[in-house]
């Protein structure tokens, strides 16, 4: 079996190109400095000395961490292949384990994604997956939109909308704070084009993503 690589413009710029309006600023500049004199701030606020041996280098450590966290790669492009023997073939993609934070609360929430498409003569390089997946977890986020972004992402990638995405998630803002259910998980679907109107496919894409499954631990 032959595979050749698609030449440009079949690659697709992981971009602002993939994330549809509403999505946020995935690559947004961050005022490191001024975050750390905010964290300075909220050390002192929450009667801390920030002086202290133990505190004195975390506001620089926590402004690095939101500048590392809220600046996912923008130069990664997704590759696909041409592959004539995979045409009409349900390809799913699962475990894409990723970290993003509520931005009702500003707590990380754990996402488990898992991504199916049908190929029709394209396929995408399955690492391409997880790259999409941080794209959209790496800001303030909510699940729900992530499952629509990932979506999207992967549609606009292989040029189809039969896309489906299943995203379970663990939530701290619910597991440590409000109820306090540390067991409690949230699944979210997003299913597109043939997947979302032939009923047999979309079983098909929810038995193998759902075998054996109960969400990131």
Not at 108 to 126: I, S
């Amino acid at each position: 079996m032959t595979t050749n690589a698609v030449p440009s413009p079949g690659a697709v710029r992981l971009d602002g190109d993939v994330a549809p309006s509403g999505a946020g600023v995935p690559d947004s500049v961050v005022d490191v400095p001024r975050v750390a004199g905010l964290v300075r701030e909220l050390l002192i606020a929450l009667g801390e000395d920030p002086l202290r041996e133990g505190l004195l280098d975390t506001p620089a450590r926590v402004a690095a961490w939101w500048r590392d966290f809220l600046s996912p790669d923008p130069s990664a492009t997704l590759t696909c292949f041409t592959e004539t023997r995979a045409s009409d073939q349900l390809v799913v993609v699962g475990g894409l384990s990723v970290w993003s934070l509520c931005e009702h609360h500003m707590l990380p929430m754990k996402l488990e994604g898992h991504v199916g498409y049908l190929a029709d003569g394209r396929v995408l390089g399955l690492s391409k997956f997880g790259r999409i997946a941080q794209h959209c977890a790496r800001r303030l986020q909510m699940q729900e939109r992530f499952t629509c972004q990932l979506a999207e992402a992967v549609a606009t990638a292989i040029r189809s909308q039969d896309v489906a995405v299943l995203v379970r998630g663990v939530h701290l803002c619910m597991s440590m704070r409000g109820v306090r259910m540390e067991t409690a998980r949230t699944s979210t679907v997003q299913l597109g084009g043939r997947l979302k109107t032939d009923p047999v496919l979309a079983q098909q894409f929810l038995t193998l993503t759902t075998a054996g499954q109960r969400g990131p631990g």
